[in-house]
C-alpha cells in the first residue's frame, strides 16, 4: 500500500459552477435588474415556443400544516433542470422568508450538473418575468396604472416588471399591512415608478387596468369579490399557488377568459381548482406561439392564473448560465467526487485517508 499517491487537486470534472445569494445579487446588478427580468422572461418565451420538446409534469409536493416542499423538474431532452422551492407563510414571524429554493441544470448526456445556484432571489425575478411576460399578450394596450394587493417580498418585483416590459409607471398598492406598503413605496422611489398607498382593497383598483393579487395566506381566501372587477381589466393572480388556497371569488372566474401554465398543476394549486376540470382554459404557450389568441376585446376580462411551473425555472437557470461568464460572479465547488480510474471510488476514499495520516496506509 505504500505507493499509493493522492491527487490533492482534483481535475475540472469535479467542479460545478455555484452561484451563492452573494454573487446572484452582485450578477443583477451586474446587469440590472429590469434587464435581468427582461432576459428571463425571453428565455421563458423562447421555451414555451419548444413546448412540445419538454417533458412536463406537476410539480411533486410534501404539504404540512406549515406550508410546502416541492420539487420541479423537467428536461428538454438535451437538459434536465429542477428546484426545490418551499412555501410557508408563518416563516416571516421567526425571520425566515416565506419562500426560499435552489436549482439545478444538468447535461442530459452524461447526468453531470452544469449549474447550482441560489434561486430565492431568482424565483422572485422569474415570477414577476413570467407575470409580465403573459400581460403583454392579455392586458389591455396602453396599460399605464396596476393595482397591486399583498405588498410582501414578490411586490417590488411584479412593479419593476411591469414597468420594464409594459410601462407600467402608477402603483396602487394595498395590503392589510400598513407598513408593508411603506416599504414597498420606500424600495419603488426613483425609479419612475409613482406609488399611491390605498386603505382598501377596494380603493387601490380603481382606475387601475392591470390588478394582480400576490397574497401568502395558505388557505381559500376571496381578495377580491366579483363586485370589485368591471370589464376591461386584466388580472394577475399570483398569490393562488397551492392546494387549499385561492385569491378571487369563483363568480370572477366565470366572467374571464382564464390563461394557465400547465392546466393539469393549475387544476390541482391555482383558482382553476374552484371549477370544473373541464372548464375551458387557454394555455399559455398557445397563446405565445399564435394558436390561440390572448386579449380579443375591450370588455374582456382576462385571467392570467399563475401558479409557477417548471419549464419557467428551466427557461431561469438557463439564463443565469448563460450570462455566468460574462459577469464572473460564481465560485467553482467542489461538489462530484473525482477519482483518478472512472471504477475505483473506494481507491479515492483510501486515498485521502493516506493524504490526512500523513503517510501511506
Known amino acids: ?203 387601490a383598483i380603481e382606475g387601475a387596468q392591470i390588478i394582480t393579487t400576490v397574497t401568502a395566506d395558505k388557505k381559500y381566501a376571496t381578495i377580491l369579490t366579483d363586485n370589485m372587477v368591471g370589464p376591461g381589466v386584466h388580472i394577475n393572480a399570483v398569490g393562488g399557488d397551492c392546494p387549499g388556497k385561492t385569491e378571487l371569488h369563483k363568480d370572477i372566474l366565470l366572467r374571464s377568459d382564464i390563461f394557465v401554465e400547465f392546466p393539469d398543476q393549475t387544476h390541482i394549486e391555482g383558482e382553476f381548482q374552484q371549477l370544473d376540470r373541464d372548464h375551458p382554459v387557454t394555455e399559455l404557450w398557445e397563446v405565445y406561439s399564435g394558436k390561440a389568441p390572448g386579449r380579443t376585446s375591450e370588455n374582456q376580462i382576462t385571467l392570467f392564473d399563475s401558479v409557477g411551473f417548471a419549464i419557467e425555472d428551466f427557461a431561469a437557470l438557463r439564463y443565469v448560465r448563460d450570462i455566468l461568464p460574462k459577469t464572473g460572479f460564481f465560485e467553482k465547488l467542489d461538489l462530484l467526487a473525482d477519482p483518478d480510474d472512472p471504477r475505483d471510488l473506494f481507491g479515492m476514499v483510501l486515498r485521502s485517508a493516506s493524504k490526512d495520516n500523513g503517510a501511506a496506509a
Not at 429590469?34 to 415556443?49: P, Q, R, S, T
Open 1 to 203: 500500500m505504500s505507493n499509493i499517491k493522492y491527487n490533492p487537486a482534483p481535475s475540472d470534472l469535479a467542479y460545478v459552477p455555484f452561484v451563492s445569494v452573494d454573487n446572484m445579487m452582485k450578477t443583477v446588478h451586474a446587469i440590472g435588474v429590469e434587464e435581468f427580468m427582461m432576459g428571463i422572461a425571453a428565455y421563458i418565451e423562447e421555451d414555451f415556443l419548444r413546448w412540445e420538446s419538454f417533458d412536463k409534469k406537476p410539480r411533486i409536493p410534501a404539504h404540512a400544516p406549515q406550508g410546502v416542499i416541492e420539487l420541479m423538474p423537467t428536461s428538454d431532452g438535451k437538459t434536465f433542470g429542477f428546484k426545490y422551492v418551499n412555501g410557508h407563510p408563518e416563516n416571516t414571524k421567526d425571520g425566515r422568508q416565506t419562500v426560499t429554493g435552489f436549482g439545478v441544470l444538468s447535461d442530459l448526456a452524461t447526468g453531470y450538473p452544469v449549474l447550482f445556484t441560489e434561486m430565492t432571489i431568482l424565483t422572485a425575478l422569474r415570477t414577476a418575468a413570467n407575470s409580465a411576460l403573459a400581460a403583454k399578450y392579455l392586458a389591455p394596450k396602453g396599460s399605464k396604472t396596476m393595482a397591486i394587493i399583498g405588498n410582501g417580498a414578490q411586490s417590488d418585483f411584479q412593479c419593476l416588471a411591469f414597468k420594464a416590459m409594459l410601462g407600467v409607471d402608477h402603483i396602487r398598492a394595498y395590503d392589510i399591512d400598513p407598513d408593508a406598503s411603506i416599504r414597498l413605496a420606500r424600495n419603488l422611489a426613483g425609479t419612475g415608478i409613482d406609488v399611491t398607498i390605498c386603505k382598501t382593497a377596494e380603493d
